[in-house]
């Protein structure tokens, strides 16, 4: 079955840089498109960053453009999210997903929590 | 933007309907999702109105014009969650989220 397993969250000063993991299995992952999304405490679910299978497409939602930097490993089955000048408004549950049919996000790990 | 209702409530037994609006939104695929207190968001309807496998058929969605709807029919108290819409914008990457709208079954 398909599995996602973040890590990387911590508690980090403002202005400091993060990455975060995403370890994948029980799916082709070369194969898939991939995403990061966010949710801040008590609040809705933010999409954060897109990747295309071969990683040659990326897309970031306005808040992290200029500052996150999402990549892929397709020899370790492994997403990232590179974080940089993190700000008080970047705390938040970030889980990684991948998508499926018309854009949604299929399958979800449970989350690794940043707190700046 | 997709706006939908902060709350819904409803009994026990009932239809719960849940909105998504955006402008021409029925132009584009919705897609829906559960998330219960604690948990991941569970996809339970994609493409406007599919279901993934393992996804009760009390849950159906439907869109046009410029509302998205969720119907849960033969409400439960299990059913009790937080649903929110999205959409992938364009034939890009782009995805966004509706702010969420809080389902409780009385």
């Known amino acids: 079955q398909v599995q996602l397993v973040e890590s990387g969250g911590g508690v980090v000063q403002p202005g400091r840089s993060l990455r975060l993991s995403c370890a994948a299995s029980?799916?082709?992952?070369?194969?898939?498109?991939l995403n990061w999304v966010r949710q801040a405490p008590g609040k809705g679910l933010e999409w954060v960053a897109f990747?295309?299978?071969?990683?040659?497409?990326?897309y970031n939602a306005e808040s992290a453009m200029g500052r996150f930097i999402i990549s892929r490993d397709n020899s370790k089955n492994r997403l990232y999210l590179q974080m940089n000048s993190l700000g008080l408004g970047d705390t938040a549950l970030y889980y990684c997903a991948t998508d499926g049919e018309s854009g949604s996000l299929d399958h979800w790990g449970q989350g690794t929590q940043v707190t700046v | 933007v997709l706006t939908q209702p902060p709350s819904v409530s409803v009994a026990p037994g009932q239809t719960a309907r849940i909105t998504c609006g955006g402008p021409s939104i029925g132009r584009t695929a919705v897609n829906w999702y559960q998330q219960k207190p604690g948990q991941a968001p569970l996809l339970v309807i994609y493409s406007d109105g599919d279901r993934p496998s393992g996804i009760p058929e009390r849950f159906s969605g439907s869109n046009s014009g410029n509302t998205a709807s969720l119907a849960i029919s033969g409400v439960e108290v299990g059913d009790e969650a937080d649903y929110y819409c999205q959409v992938r914008l364009g034939a890009g990457g782009h995805r966004v989220f509706g702010g969420g709208t809080k389902l409780t079954v009385l």
């Open positions: 990747i295309s299978s071969d990683g040659q497409d990326k």
């Open positions: 029980g799916f082709t992952f070369s194969s898939s498109y």
